[in-house]
C-alpha cells in the first residue's frame, strides 16, 4: 500500500489541495504564486500558514484556510484550492470574509480602520461565472456610481484555471495556469518564469519527503477508511438511502482525486457488483 500511495503522491497535480498547501507552506514559493495570481510583486512577511482552522465562537462553524500569509504592508492574502464546484463558492467566500475579519481586531476595540486589508484568492479548475476568464476580481462597488468603489480593503479573487482570455495575461500567468492543472517536469521546463521553477523546486521537495509520503499515506487511509466504514454501515443496514449516500461519496471522493468519468464507472461496477447501467445512474446523480 505505501509504494502504492507514495505513487499517487508523485502524480499529484498543483491543483490537489495536500500537494498546493504542503507546497505554499514554502514562504518563497507562495510569494512566487499569489505574484503570479495577482501579476504583481508581492512581498510577503514570515513563514505562510498552512490548514489553519478558525473559529470565533464555538456557536459558529469554523473554517479552514488552505494557505494564508501577509505581506509587508499588514495586507492579508488567504487562498484557497477547489477541484469541484460545490455550488456554494460564492457565499462561502462571504462567510470565509466575515470569519476571517471578525478575527482581525481586539475584545473592546472600537476602530474599526485597524482591520487588515486582505484579499481571496480561490483557484478551481472550472469557470464559477461562465465568462470563459481567467481571473474575476471582485471589489465593493456602487450601483448608482460604477465608477465608485467601496474602499473598503477587502478583495475577493476566483481564478478560472480554464480560462480563454490569453489575450489579457502575461505569459507567466498563462504558463502557471497549465503547471496547476498538469505539474509535470515539462511544464516547468517549458516556461522561462523563475517563480515557476522556484515553485516547481519545492513541489519535487514536498514529492520526494519521506515525511510527507507518510503523511500523505496516512491522510489517504484515514479518507479510505472513513468511506469503507460509511459503505459498511450503510450495506449493514440494508437501506438503499445508506447505500445510496456510500455510493455518491465514494464517487466524489475520486472526482475529487481527478479520476475520469470511465474509471469512476468502473470501480463502481466491481466495488458493488452494479450493471454499466446502474453505475451510469448513480454517476450522473453524484454529477448533478
Partial sequence: ??????????RLNLIDRFLFSET?????AYEAAVSILLEKEISLLGKPETEKELRISPDLRQIRLDVISIDREHRLYYTEMQQRDTGNLRKRSRYYQAQLDASLLEPGSKDFNLLNDSC????????LFDKELYRYTFEGTCRECPDLKLEDGAVRVFINTTGKNKQDFSQEFLDFMKYINATTDQNADATISDKIKLIHNQVKKVKLS???????MQLW??????KEEGLAEGLAEGRSK???EGINAFILDYLEDGKS????????????????????????????
Fill in 242 to 244: 445508506g447505500l445510496a
Fill in 261 to 288: 468519468k470511465k474509471v469512476i464507472i468502473d470501480k463502481l461496477i466491481r466495488r458493488f457488483s452494479l450493471s454499466e447501467e446502474e453505475a451510469q445512474q448513480y454517476y450522473e446523480k453524484s454529477t448533478l
Fill in 1 to 10: 500500500m505505501k509504494n502504492n500511495v507514495m505513487t499517487k503522491l508523485e
Fill in 24 to 28: 505554499m507552506e514554502d514562504h518563497d
Fill in 120 to 127: 481571496f484568492i480561490l483557484i478551481a479548475p472550472f469557470d
Fill in 221 to 226: 487511509e484515514e479518507k479510505a477508511y472513513i
Fill in 210 to 216: 519521506e515525511k510527507m509520503g507518510v503523511k500523505y
